[in-house]
């Protein structure tokens, strides 16, 4: 088992019933368009909440500007390192080099998004992604885009740029699932939503997330039946790929792994 997050910034819940690609996910996934994230409703203590499963109070960081914990957490890659399990991570925003301590990842590649632009630094992460993939097949590869939330701030949200953002992010990630071999368990998702040309209120549009999960220990063509949380996507994780899960976290497994 293998495991593979696919991540686009700010893709609000209501912004991908119609693209082609999220409809033809939600075929092959357990799947909800109304799972929620985390307060505050930022990048980064979002996306530290996921790998660590804790509250942002809990971990410290509520600003996209990184708070060195005062009691530390294993995160996702932590527990997964200690299970022998290979991770990487392609991302284009320089801030998630905090999302893993040093010496739990096998390999990362970063692309500046700010500086190459957000698009073509995403093609640029599908590209390397793909390649690497095919190569090595790592445990659990962590891949983002900041598209969405890029012409969410320059746009707005739910402006036609901020949609075919979207769709363009869907593009990509099917480009890399369209390479996997069977062994990769899907998990899309996103750290929060957005209203007007900003986010981090606890705002319906900024805080319901969808989550689709697509692999042999999840129902094809259903709706997750409890409440989830971005929380819940580290524990699940780590129990696919027979890791344990922190004693800290907070989050729940998502399915019947006993």
């Known amino acids: 088992m293998k495991v593979i997050l696919l991540m686009a910034d700010g ?26 994230s985390v307060m505050p409703t930022i990048t980064l203590p979002c996306h530290l909440s996921l790998f660590l499963s804790v509250d942002p109070e809990r971990h410290g960081t509520t600003t996209n500007v990184y708070a060195p914990q ?33 010496g739990s990842l096998t390999y990362y590649k970063m692309v500046a998004g700010e500086k190459e632009g957000f698009a073509k630094s995403t093609y ?31 746009h707005s949200w739910m402006s036609p740029e901020y949609i075919e953002a979207v769709e363009t992010s869907w593009k990509e990630f099917k480009r890399i699932i369209d390479t996997l071999s069977d062994e990769y368990t899907i998990v899309i998702t996103t ?37 989830v949380n971005i929380k819940d996507i580290a524990p699940t994780i780590a129990a696919l790929l027979g890791a344990e899960s922190a004693q800290e976290w907070e989050g729940k497994v998502l399915y019947d792994h006993q």
């Open 70 to 102: 005062v009691r530390p957490i294993d995160g996702l890659c932590e527990k997964l390192n200690q299970a022998g399990k290979k991770c990487a991570f392609f991302y284009n925003w320089e801030e998630f080099r905090d999302l893993s301590r040093p």
């Open 191 to 227: 750290d929060h939503g957005g209203h007007g040309r900003s986010h981090g209120t606890d705002m319906p549009e900024d805080m319901l997330i969808p989550l689709f999960i697509k692999g042999p220990d999840f129902a094809e063509g259903k709706e997750f039946e409890q409440d």
């Open 124 to 154: 640029a992460l599908t590209e390397d992604a793909i390649s690497y993939i095919r190569e090595n097949q790592p445990d659990f590869v962590f891949y983002y885009t900041g598209l969405p939330d890029d012409a969410g701030h320059t």
């Open 11 to 36: 893709m609000r819940h209501d912004a991908v019933e119609h693209i082609p690609e999220v409809q033809e996910m939600m075929k092959q996934s357990t799947y909800t368009l109304r799972a929620t």
